[in-house]
């Protein structure tokens, strides 16, 4: 009912930047996004939240990344990015997008809530 959909991975060297997007859409109408936010998990471990956004603007990071990433929203186009500048060879992982969603099935008058995953865009930084 809600695709999540990532783009912007890719190879990049050591101190270099990338920057990932991430839009919404549905089958029927996104009444509205709650958290948005991006995790990443690395070959051998678990997946880790990397930055996340409320739909207030408020944002929050996870240590290793302050300073380096910055995430943003743009509620209008239903898309969340990642700019991650002074890339490490520890950033590398396959990245996801995940959102809290309200929607509405077509045809149908209420609303629905649900946590939606993106299909996961692989960074990687060499050294």
């Known amino acids: 009912q809600v695709q999540l959909v990532e783009s912007g991975g890719g190879l990049v060297q050591a101190g270099g930047s990338l920057r990932l997007s991430c839009a919404a859409s549905?089958?029927?109408?996104?009444?509205?996004?709650?958290?948005m936010g991006w995790y990443r998990q690395a070959p051998g471990k678990q997946r880790e939240l990397v930055a996340s956004?409320?739909?207030?603007?408020?944002?929050n990071y996870e240590d290793s990344v302050k300073g380096r990433f910055t995430i943003s929203s743009n509620n209008a186009k239903k898309t969340v990015y990642l700019q991650m500048n002074s890339l490490k060879s520890e950033d590398t992982a396959v990245y996801y997008c995940?959102?809290?969603?309200?929607?509405?099935?077509?045809?149908?008058?209420?609303?629905?809530?649900?946590?939606?995953w993106g299909q996961g865009t692989q960074v990687t930084v060499s050294s």
């Open positions: 956004i409320t739909n207030g603007g408020s944002t």
């Open positions: 995940n959102a809290e969603v309200t929607y509405r099935r077509k045809y149908y008058s209420t609303t629905e809530q649900g946590d939606y």
């Open positions: 549905s089958s029927g109408s996104i009444v509205g996004i709650n958290d």
